[in-house]
């Protein structure tokens, strides 16, 4: 699927690397790695503010769809628009699960799931190593 940012790996690694990202940010955001449940740095974030891709700085999630689901990663009951992310459905594990991407430069962020609080019903189970977040 073609992005609006297209880069190698080569230059992704270099980008978050000069951006002070994270080490486990490449293997999320490029290698759909999955950090472990409870150890991301925004899953107790409250404050008021966006959470943008971490590769190319996209705004992703208001702070006001971020609900405390008790999973272990960040999660939203929506996107910041309609636009903001892409989802396309895996099959890696033992399941079927839809992934979330970043809808500008395809970055891996989570998965979306539907057992979420109204008024979507959706989850979204975002990373912390793909997101950058920006107070108000």
């Given amino acids: 699927m073609p992005f609006k940012i297209e880069k190698t790996n080569v230059e992704w690694d270099a980008l ?3 951006k002070g990202a ?3 940010a490449f293997m999320v ?3 759909e790695a999955t950090e472990p449940p409870f150890t991301g740095r925004l899953l107790k974030i409250k404050a ?3 959470y943008g891709c971490v590769c ?4 992703l999630f208001d702070s006001s769809s971020k609900f405390e689901s008790g999973t272990g990663w960040p999660s939203f009951f929506q996107p910041i628009s309609n636009d903001a992310v892409a989802t396309k459905v895996d099959g ?3 399941m079927k ?3 979330v991407h970043c809808a500008d430069c395809g970055a891996h962020m989570g998965h979306v799931f ?3 609080p109204a008024p979507s019903g959706l989850r979204y189970c975002m990373n912390s190593a793909s997101l950058q977040f920006k107070p108000a």
């Fill in 97 to 99: 699960r839809t992934e």
């Fill in 16 to 18: 978050l690397t000069q």
């Fill in 56 to 59: 190319c700085g996209k705004p």
């Fill in 22 to 24: 994270e080490p486990l």
């Fill in 29 to 31: 955001t490029r290698g």
């Fill in 48 to 50: 008021d503010g966006i």
């Fill in 114 to 116: 539907e057992d979420g």
């Fill in 92 to 94: 890696i594990l033992w």
